[in-house]
């Protein structure tokens, strides 16, 4: 697994706040991509998911998670959707390549670097969809890349 340290600058982001089973997902996807076809707004990149419960419990009922897209102007909230700033920061990334099935390995993977290096993760883990459910038919080609918030020690 190859990992880089990322800034993330400042992002407008169209996002959805959810708590709910995960299967819910494709429909949250849906309305998101929706919008900002039926708006006409540019994006900037993909999709993602930030999980506010923890990750490994994810898949077992309920979970609280954020899903969003960065935006490059500001926009009408609609519905579930609310538009917000992010504030720049610094994240450790690498992708998971296939079904998510197995992404809980890419986190430990992640977590050994973030230990070995003195990196503090300092917030929720970001899964951003570059190919998946929406835009992609085939699971042994997802990949997903992990961003988790950190600061350097």
Known sequence: MESEVKVIPDQKLAVINYKGPISDLDILISKLMGWVDAEDID???EPFIVYFSPRHEVNQGEAVFDVSIAIKEDADEKDIIRVVDMLEHKVLS???F???DNILD????????AQANN?????SPKE???KS???CDDEKD????IQLPIIEM
Request: aromatic share 16%; proline share 0%; hydrophobic share 45%.
């Open 142 to 145: 997802f990949i997903t890349e």
């Open 119 to 123: 990196y503090d993760i300092i917030g």
């Open 106 to 113: 890419t986190y430990a993977d992640l977590v050994e670097v």
């Open 128 to 130: 951003i969809l570059i």
């Open 94 to 96: 690498a992708k998971h």
């Open 98 to 100: 296939g079904s998510t």
């Open 133 to 135: 459910f929406f835009n």
């Open 43 to 45: 994006v900037d990149g």
